[in-house]
């Protein structure tokens, strides 16, 4: 089946720095790539929508300068956490969405991203 | 406001027995639903899905019921195993949209030897 490849699995940085963490969709095509954050004991939350060659959506409250997506081919998607705080501590996750005509399992998520901010 | 709700933080139950998973939604607009298993730093898992035209979809051990008058699903796994001690997440879709899924905060399973 579709798997997407997601890296770091964990990261820990200093207040101030910025982290990317990329998703590869593995042997398929992912024109769109939705990325989450999960807190503890909360929801996955969706923060963005990226489409490949365009500009990403972001929801309500999330910084869209602080969180830059780049989604330049059709199997890499990237969130690079700018100026990380440690409130930005969090577990992070990609997904891709069906394709048109594809049974809704076709969402695929990647193992997700640890990121602690020190 | 939270659309999809999974209101039982914890649920615990033995061995052989049926582990019931509850979720409840407030969008009537949702017409898909998935039930996702996740375990501590990893992506969620797919577990069974179920489409708003149907009431129930069985697959192995889980079977998924939806009672869309009440807007209510549930999530059911007999017999329960040790293994499927995780935490599961309901998520619902809307057809048509932007399509990214909205998720209850999840039921942490703890199926007990």
């Known amino acids: 089946g579709a798997v997407v490849s997601q890296h770091p699995s964990w990261v820990i940085c200093k207040s101030g720095t910025s982290v990317k963490i990329e998703c590869r969709s593995l042997d398929f095509q992912a024109t769109t790539m939705f990325w989450y954050r999960q807190f503890p004991k909360q929801s996955l939350m969706l923060m963005a929508t990226?489409?490949?060659?365009?500009?990403?959506?972001?929801e309500q409250g999330v910084e869209k300068d602080k969180f830059l997506i780049n989604h330049a081919s059709l199997t890499l998607s990237t969130l690079t956490v700018t100026s990380a705080h440690p409130e930005d501590s969090s577990f992070y996750i990609c997904?891709?969405?069906?394709?048109?005509?594809?049974?809704?399992?076709?969402?695929?998520f990647g193992s997700g991203t640890r990121l602690t901010v020190v | 406001d939270q659309q999809v709700k999974q209101n039982s933080p914890s649920l615990s139950v033995q061995e052989g027995r049926i582990s019931i998973l509850n979720c409840d939604y407030t969008n009537s607009m949702f017409d898909y639903f998935l039930w996702y298993k996740k375990y501590p730093a990893e992506g969620p898992t797919f577990l069974i899905s179920?489409?708003?035209?149907?009431d129930k979809n069985e697959d192995g051990r889980f079977t998924v019921f939806l009672n869309k008058s009440a807007k209510h699903l549930s999530l059911h796994i007999v017999p329960s195993q040790p293994g499927d001690s995780a935490v599961y997440f309901c998520?619902?879709?809307?057809?048509?949209?932007?399509?990214?899924?909205?998720f209850g905060k999840g039921t942490k399973l703890s199926v007990k030897p």
């Open positions: 998520a619902a879709s809307v057809r048509g949209s932007q399509g990214n899924l909205i």
């Open positions: 997904s891709t969405k069906p394709n048109e005509g594809d049974s809704n399992y076709g969402y695929t």
């Open positions: 179920i489409s708003s035209i149907k």
């Open positions: 990226s489409n490949e060659g365009s500009k990403a959506t972001y």
